[in-house]
T-cell receptor, first 113, second 112 residues
Framework: DQQVKQNSPSLSVQEGRISILNCDYT??????FLWYKKYPAEGPTFLISISSIKDKNEDGRFTVFLNKSAKHLSLHIVPSQPGDSAVYFC????????????FGKGITLSVRP | KAGVTQTPRYLIKTRGQQVTLSCSPISGHRSVSWYQQTPGQGLQFLFE???????NKGNFPGRFSGRQFSNSRSEMNVSTLELGDSALYLCASSFGLGTEAFFGQGTRLTVV
């Protein structure tokens, strides 16, 4: 039972354009969401997060939007750069004193120069 | 500030053997979690330790175990290795329970 879904395995965008990475979840107990970026042979790097009490969080070129009613979140990268090419994981945490993250299977983003 | 350090980076073991992986968290972080990454299953939670106590456990067989020491360093052990245990094992540290997790580079385990 996959509780966090990233249905598109890959995305290709032109440098300078917007990249939109989508994520859906099924567990209503999730109240905190994170995006991680991963290069091959490295561990995931934390990018940005959002609490369920918000619907938007912005950090530089990265913005995460949360639609609780649809159980959907998205990561926007504007403008996209070739160095953004990596695998992006959406992760969720439930309300509780624990650090357990449930991950999606990842989206491979390719930014074309 | 040093990041999360995992050793060794690469390991090759034979079926039936056991293996111990090590993780040193970011200084000051007291929570350590372990994840297994495989091509088919993605990143899956193994367990979490805080103040030397296991706080949470994922859906893995008892062959997978771990511990945390008083300095917050953690080890995970896999006994009676199977071919399917070949994976990237990632350790993540957090300041406290429920805060952002920062990952190490992982240990690539290959079981032959």
């Amino acid at each position: 039972d996959q509780q966090v879904k990233q249905n598109s395995p890959s995305l290709s965008v032109q440098e300078g354009r917007i990249s939109i990475l989508n994520c859906d979840y099924t567990n209503s107990m999730f109240d905190y969401f994170l995006w991680y970026k991963k290069y091959p042979a490295e561990g995931p790097t934390f990018l940005i997060s959002i609490s369920s009490i918000k619907d938007k969080n912005e950090d530089g070129r990265f913005t995460v939007f949360l639609n609780k009613s649809a159980k959907h979140l998205s990561l926007h990268i504007v403008p996209s750069q070739p160095g953004d090419s990596a695998v992006y994981f959406c992760a969720a945490k439930d309300a509780g004193a624990n650090s357990k993250l449930t991950f999606g299977k990842g989206i491979t983003l390719s930014v074309r120069p | 500030k040093a990041g999360v350090t995992q050793t060794p980076r690469y390991l090759i073991k034979t079926r039936g053997q056991q293996v111990t992986l090590s993780c040193s968290p970011i200084s000051g972080h007291r929570s350590v979690s372990w994840y297994q990454q495989t091509p088919g299953q993605g990143l899956q939670f193994l367990f979490e330790y805080f103040s030397e106590t296991q706080r949470n456990k994922g859906n893995f067989p008892g062959r997978f175990s771990g511990r945390q020491f008083s300095n917050s360093r953690s080890e995970m052990n896999v006994s009676t290795l199977e071919l399917g245990d070949s994976a990237l094992y990632l350790c993540a540290s957090s300041f406290g329970l429920g805060t952002e997790a920062f990952f190490g580079q992982g240990t690539r385990l290959t079981v032959v």
